[in-house]
């Protein structure tokens, strides 16, 4: 992959549970980074998306990024943010060609109440 098809600017947030003065939980998301992503439908990945179970396609993204030393991305407490909507990380983060050099994920669009 050449790293001009990194062309959109995703967020990566981190969800925190802290507690007060009074002992009452705040939950408060913490920007961690922002990185250039390529951006996909998820509709190449049938396969593998239905292997975990995500049936509907539309809502689902799979990002590419390159590997940060800096940046660990564990899926646990994290979501990503692309055009002001929220995304979820369906599967866990992974290596594509295990030379650290680029990161895929999968993401599912946040339920909207």
């Not at 922002?34 to 975990?52: M, V």
Request: proline share 1%.
């Amino acid at each position: 992959m050449r790293a001009r098809g990194l062309d959109k600017k995703i967020s990566i947030w981190e969800t925190t549970t802290t507690t007060d003065d009074f002992g009452d939980r705040i939950v408060s998301n913490e920007l961690i980074s922002n990185s250039w992503a390529k951006i996909e439908t998820a509709k190449t990945t049938a396969s593998e998306l239905n292997d975990i179970g995500l049936d509907d396609k539309s809502i689902n993204l799979l990002i590419t990024v390159r590997y940060r030393n800096d940046l660990e991305y564990s899926g646990i407490n994290q979501f990503i943010s692309y055009n002001g909507v929220n995304y979820m990380f369906s599967k866990a983060p992974n290596e594509m060609y295990l030379n650290k050099t680029f990161v895929k994920l999968i993401a599912t669009r946040e339920k909207i109440n």
